[in-house]
């Protein structure tokens, strides 16, 4: 009995030895190999042939809860304890819109951050991963703020080749820029800021549209009820926009009339 | 001194101290400095016109603003048929690159080791002299964004002019194999089809090719099609995961190489499923292999031989060499046995970056032909280009060694005689023998004088050879070590070309000048100067042409036509000479025009007939052969050798290929086996190295570097790793490792998981960047008869760099 | 008597420079310093504030070859306080107040 006491006690030294070992290692900071696969994603598996119909868009499988906790989430690391802010209630349709010439002057500024000109597709102000767009419609689909910052809906029809015309601004890689002072970035181009607001035609006329209307056919983008306050419509109610608000020729830049009748 | 003098006095002493600062830093280091920004625009005065993009071959028509002289916004065209609209971000920031504050504003010659800046009038003297002393020595690099002016003016400088075919493009080192491709295929160069294809196709086969970054517009005009709720199958058949791939269903992904295995083993299946189509077969397609001593037009070989030599190609074999499973090969081969099917293959760098790309240019064509894909909407073995005007201008006006312009060549006796009538030259004047390629001219460059070097004078415009060409250590750089080589660099920044030149030229750019482009899919486009080149930067074309001027007043007979006339004689509406060699004078008239219209006259031989300029004013691009109908207006073609559409084909031919290698209107089918690469990862250089490019940054990134989005989203290169080869090797994410090959070694931080996935044992790194150059690494093999050097596949190995950076690099200057 | 310190950036087209050197040697509120490349001290001499506000907002950017205005240093010292306090509204559309609501 006292022997297999002993036994016993060696036997449980040694559990809790290599427990403490394990525990140690475990706790270890970033070592090469947890650092070369952090990120790493399995390679998504092709759908098998026969199943086209069904699969127009290759599957994505699920992340491993290793994957999980070690994936640098980039700018959702702000936001994924917020899920229960998401299922609050929206925003209220009868709500008093204030709308001053500061706010709107506020939210053109804000908005010209990220845009090289009037017009030019915004740049992507926080992190992405490299997945299709379904990742870029989970926010921007229909358009939410998260954190205080706004996650405007798509202004244009659904295109899904998103990182075509939206690059990340803060850089793609996690890498900084090494060599950056022999190629100095030095930039004269100063692009158009806005065009100017058309005059109503009479005092209290539904102001025309002062900007270009192409790829933007979705007006709550920046109109609705979760755009930036200086731009926010008094009357998200309605949503014939165009019933009231006439959009430019000039400015969509529609074809005239001295064009080759090919193109007509 | 009362109170008002001494404010006034510390108000000029505040005003002169800041404007000194600002004065200073604004033109420190520069040669001179760029006016500095009035404020933001109103959108007031703003006028649009169309111009296509500066960047790729898609060639999509941008709407562009200007106000107060300045590029201020850009639209994508919503008239443009190849873009409806859209652009990607390049070409939405395409106005930023004529505004980087160190643009070229003066001609620059080196003095006592450093660039000086010099008049225009001793730029123009110190090139001709060279020329005029040593005109067999000369050789003119160029490139595919060489406006189709600009390259054809080069073309008879130097051609008709100097009776030297020394002129050779960056497009060899693009897509040379895809013309070699098409021509021992139809006989013809440049694709039967076109991006409506894109449109129609139900099954879409991207080879080697990564069309959601490099031709973003082209790839979401096909996703988009899903998102409409068409149903089309894509499949990227390729050596590494891009974002190409995650739109596909099917990845295939093989060894390095083998891609002609694949296509041979599609062929197998087809013939051995008896799928192939007989009917098209029969009328249209002749059969072909290699010759003894090889040939670009083989020997002829019939069905039966054909069929015997794919016998050993079965999707087992296929597999074991490719890496693609055979029950992705039989896909493929039950996709191209589907007669209701229609396909359409892409491909670009991947298949003509190659050792053997006129071999897998040869077999895609085959694929397509033995299959009956070909001749239907929806239906095409289509090439892309990564230029603007890779296929206006190098492959229509033929400014490669050996071409004349509309498809002729020189060493024909007629197509030399056709070209002196149409320039009025006294016969004779064109050398028969084609000049060097761009690999030989540089060796030739980088040789001593007396161990065979004889090209001593080289003047490169709007490419940047310092950064692209292949293993830099072997072609570029013995040159600049060697006295009596002279480098004259056209350009608008200082590229890693121009760093290393003798003189250095500033050139307009995009619409700071008049210009034609002609895209992938044979669409020829027009756009007209807006905005005025900074300082003293002028056309490449002007420079070209005041030169020749230059050599013809130093009374070069060459630079004379028959008569006597200068070669670029150009006259008023009124018949008076017009002295376009002045600058001040070179607006006078418009110079494209007239030059464009003289090339028109070379376009019919081979049916790529061209309308007249004022056509090109008033459309989109036009798809040539443009031909013009009975009630004076011109029609373009979108299909090519097919009835319904070609205007060239006999009625009732059904599919004409009209300038057939055999001359009985058909095409060849080619057998070529595979073979291993020319050097493949061993022991000690364990690595397949692959390069490219990506969205953000346009080949070398001498432009798109310098615009704020696009620099921001993609500053640096980089090598892409994977994860277990990492591992193994102890590296992290964004360590820097040491890259080498036998040629040579270059330092990179490693991404891991990042924009592309390599499979384990083999690396990628982009090229655009000049500060990290992956081309001191390269290989320079290249294939036999397109002479393009394969990028793609060479063996290294990396390693740990073992201290920390604390220092620059090497600076290149000098 | 409101006195401004400015910066005048200038074309570096020689012509444009010299055709705007010339114009300003010619306005009597004006003092001209040293060229620095292609920026010129000024110092600006006004009556009163509206003045100065319009030769520095408009007037002077409307010069051909003056492609930009910096201003340096101001002093109101010598101003009167009856002086105009509000600044007469520019004429420029883009200044437009956007508030018009549509009618609701």
């Not at chain 2, 089309?232 to 058949?237: E, K, S, V, Y």
């Not at chain 2, 670029?568 to 001040?584: L, N």
């Not at chain 3, 001499?45 to 907002?57: A, K």
Request: charged residues 25%.
């Amino acid at each position: 009995m006292l022997k297999n006491n002993r036994s016993l006690h060696i036997f449980l030294a040694i559990v809790i030895g290599l427990a403490a070992i394990g525990y140690i290692v475990g706790t270890r900071d970033h070592t090469y190999d947890q650092l070369a696969l952090a990120g790493y994603t399995q390679p998504q598996p092709a759908p098998d042939a026969s199943d086209d119909e069904q699969n127009d868009q290759a599957i994505r499988t699920a992340p491993s809860y290793r994957e999980i906790m070690n994936k640098p989430l980039g700018a959702y690391n702000s936001s994924r304890n917020d899920l229960q802010r998401l299922s609050a209630p929206g925003s209220d349709l009868f709500a008093e819109v204030e709308r001053t010439p500061e706010l709107y002057e506020a939210a053109l500024a804000d908005r010209a951050q990220n845009r090289a000109y009037a017009g030019a597709p915004p740049t992507i102000p926080h992190a992405i991963r490299e997945t299709g767009a379904a990742e870029c419609i989970a926010c921007h689909g229909t358009g939410m703020t998260i954190d205080g910052k706004l996650a405007t809906p798509i202004s244009h029809e659904y295109m899904t080749n998103c990182t075509q015309c939206h690059v990340v601004s803060g850089g793609s890689m996690p890498i900084p820029e090494l060599y950056a002072e022999d190629f100095p970035l030095d930039n004269a181009f100063v692009g158009l800021e806005r065009f100017s607001l058309p005059s109503p035609a009479y005092d209290g006329a539904p102001p025309p549209i002062p900007h270009p209307t192409r790829m933007r056919t979705e007006c709550t983008s920046c109109h609705g009820l979760t755009a930036r306050p200086g731009l926010r419509t008094t009357h998200p109610w309605r949503s014939q926009c165009v019933q009231c608000h006439a959009p430019s020729a000039t400015l969509d830049l529609r074809p005239d009339s001295d064009l080759n009748p090919f193109w007509q | 001194m009362d109170r008002r003098t001494f404010l006034k006095a510390s108000a000029m002493a505040a005003a002169t101290t800041a404007a000194a600062r600002l004065a200073n830093a604004q033109s420190s280091g520069q040669p001179a400095a760029l006016p500095v920004p009035t404020r933001r625009a109103g959108g007031d005065s703003i006028t649009w016109d169309k111009a296509p993009c500066r960047f790729c071959g898609t060639g999509c028509h941008l709407q562009v603003g200007v106000e107060n002289g300045r590029v201020v916004a850009v639209a994508g065209d919503p008239l443009a048929e190849v873009n409806k609209g859209l652009a990607c971000v390049k070409g939405y920031h395409v106005g930023s690159i004529l505004y980087g504050r160190d643009r070229l504003t003066t001609p620059m010659l080196r003095k006592n080791g450093k660039l000086t800046p010099i008049s225009w009038d001793e730029a123009i003297n110190t090139i001709a002299n060279r020329i005029k002393d040593d005109p067999k020595g000369f050789a003119l690099y160029g490139s595919g964004q060489w406006t189709i002016p600009e390259g054809y003016a080069a073309q008879k400088f130097m051609k008709g002019g100097l009776a030297n075919n020394h002129i050779d493009p960056n497009a060899r080192l693009c897509m040379s194999s895809a013309v070699t491709g098409f021509m021992s295929t139809y006989g013809v160069d440049e694709p039967a089809g076109t991006f409506t294809d894109l449109d129609q196709c139900d099954v879409l086969i991207m080879w080697g090719n990564n069309p959601a970054e490099m031709h973003p517009v082209l790839f979401s005009r096909v996703v988009d099609r899903r998102a409409r709720g068409e149903k089309i199958t894509l499949i990227d058949i390729g050596t590494r995961r891009t974002r190409t791939t995650d739109h596909c269903q099917h990845y295939m992904e093989f060894n390095p190489n083998s891609d002609l295995a694949i296509a041979l083993g599609i062929m197998h299946l087809l013939i051995k499923n008896n799928t192939y189509d007989k009917e098209f077969v029969e009328k249209y397609c002749n059969f072909r292999a290699n010759s003894t001593p090889p040939t670009l037009n083989g020997k002829s070989i019939t069905f039966d031989e054909y069929k015997k030599s794919l016998e050993e190609y079965t999707p087992e074999r296929v597999e074991e060499i490719s890496g693609v499973s055979a029950n992705d090969i039989r896909l493929l081969g039950d996709l191209f046995g589907n007669k209701d099917l229609r396909i359409t293959s892409l491909w670009c760098m991947g298949m003509n970056q190659h050792t053997r790309g006129t071999a897998i240019n040869n077999l895609v064509h085959g694929v397509h032909l033995l299959s009956g894909k070909f001749g239907k909407p929806g239906s095409a073995p289509t090439s892309l280009t990564g230029q603007p005007s890779a296929c206006g201008t190098v492959r229509e006006v033929g400014t490669l060694s050996h071409g004349l312009p509309g498809g002729l060549v020189v060493n024909n006796e007629a197509h030399r005689k056709t070209t002196e009538e149409i320039w009025n030259l006294p016969a004779g004047r064109i050398h028969p023998t084609p000049g060097y390629h761009t690999v030989e001219m540089w060796e030739k460059f980088s040789t001593p004088q007396n161990q065979g070097g004889d090209i001593n004078t080289l003047w490169v415009q709007v490419t940047n050879p310092g950064q692209t060409l292949p293993n830099l250590n072997k072609l570029f750089y013995p040159s600049r070590k060697i006295d009596g080589k002279f480098l004259i660099v056209s350009d608008v920044y200082l590229t890693a070309t121009a760093k290393h030149a003798d003189l250095v030229l500033p050139s307009a750019m995009w619409v700071e000048k008049n210009g034609m482009y002609g895209n992938s899919e044979r669409r020829t486009q027009q756009w007209f100067k807006r905005v005025d080149p900074p300082g003293q930067a002028r056309d490449d074309c002007w420079q070209t042409i005041a030169v020749a001027r230059r050599l013809f007043e130093l009374g070069v007979e060459g630079m004379k036509d028959k008569d006597g006339n200068f070669i670029f004689s150009i006259k008023d509406a009124q018949g008076r000479e017009v002295p376009v060699w002045r600058w001040q004078n070179y607006y006078d008239v418009n110079v494209d025009r007239h030059l464009f219209e003289e090339y028109r006259k070379f376009t019919g031989f081979k049916h790529k007939n061209l309308a007249p300029y004022d056509e090109y004013v008033k459309a989109r691009g036009l798809r040539w052969p443009v031909v013009e109908q009975k009630d004076g207006s011109w029609r373009e073609t979108q299909f090519r050798f097919a009835e319904f559409d070609d205007p060239f084909v006999e009625k009732g031919a059904g599919i004409q290929f009209y300038h057939s290698v055999t001359d009985d209107n058909r095409a060849l089918i080619w057998f070529h086996p595979w073979e291993p690469a020319p050097e493949v990862p061993d022991a000690e250089y364990p690595f397949w190295l692959c390069t490219g490019r990506v969205l953000e940054h346009w080949h070398s990134g001498t432009m798109t570097m310098r615009v704020p989005e696009l620099r921001n989203a993609m500053p640096q290169a980089y090598i892409e790793v994977h994860p277990e080869d990492a591992h193994v090797l102890g590296i992290a994410n964004g360590e820097e490792v040491i890259v080498e090959s036998r040629r040579g070694q270059i330092k990179l931080p490693v991404w891991i998981n990042g924009r592309g996935k390599p499979p384990r044992g083999s690396m990628f790194v982009p090229f655009f960047d000049e500060r990290l150059l992956i081309n001191e690494v390269t290989l320079e093999a290249y294939d036999p008869w397109s002479k393009q050097p394969d990028y793609k596949k060479c063996a290294v190995r990396i390693r740990k760099v073992a201290t920390t950076r604390t220092t620059a690099p090497k600076t290149k200057e000098g | 008597m409101p006195i401004s310190g400015l910066v005048l950036t200038l074309s570096d087209e020689p012509s444009l420079q010299q055709a705007a050197l010339s114009q300003l040697a010619l306005d009597s509120r004006l003092s001209l310093g040293e060229l620095q490349v292609n920026r010129l001290p000024v110092v600006a001499e006004t009556d009163t504030i509206r003045q100065s506000t319009r030769l520095v907002r408009e007037e002077l950017i409307m010069i051909p070859g003056v492609i930009f205005v910096d201003v340096v240093m101001v002093d109101f010292s010598d101003t009167p306080e009856t002086d105009e306090s509000v600044v007469e509204p520019t004429t420029h559309k883009t200044h437009d107040r956007p508030d018009a609501r549509p009618p609701d």
